[in-house]
Every structure is written in C-alpha cells, then in structure tokens.
C-alpha cells in the first residue's frame, strides 16, 4: 500500500439497511438456534440422585444396619 500522496476513500463495504426478508431469516435462524441449545440442555439435565424405591427414610427413621455398631 502507498505510504504517501494521494490515497482515494473506498466507500463503507455494506451495502446499507438489511432487506425485510434478510431480517427475518436472520431472526428466525437466531430463534430456531436458541431453541435448540435450551432443547438440548433440558433433555441432557439429570435429576438428583436418590435411594432405590423401597429404601426411603425420611429424617428420624434411620434403621440399624446389620452388622453395625450396635450393642449386644
């Protein structure tokens, strides 16, 4: 590129405003890739672990374990 002398303005590269149909298309293709990413982390989110069905105590209800500490 030219250092010195005269260095003719290039006009801004855009072209202007988006056309109505270039704008939706932009909006829907942003919708549909948002809807996307909350799709896939809600199918991949995983509940909190708990106790095999039949083994649920709630707070208080704890049952001796055999072998345990107890007292003979």
């Known amino acids: 590129m030219p250092t010195g002398g005269y260095q003719a303005r290039r006009p801004p590269a855009h072209a202007g405003r988006l056309r109505s149909w270039e704008r939706v298309t932009i ?29 649920r105590h709630g707070p208080g209800t704890e ?10």
């Open 27 to 55: 909006t829907v293709v942003f919708v549909l890739v948002a809807a996307a990413i909350t799709a896939i982390m809600v199918l991949t989110a995983r509940p909190p672990p708990t106790a095999p069905s039949g083994h």
């Open 63 to 72: 049952q001796p374990r055999p072998g345990g500490d107890e007292r003979r």
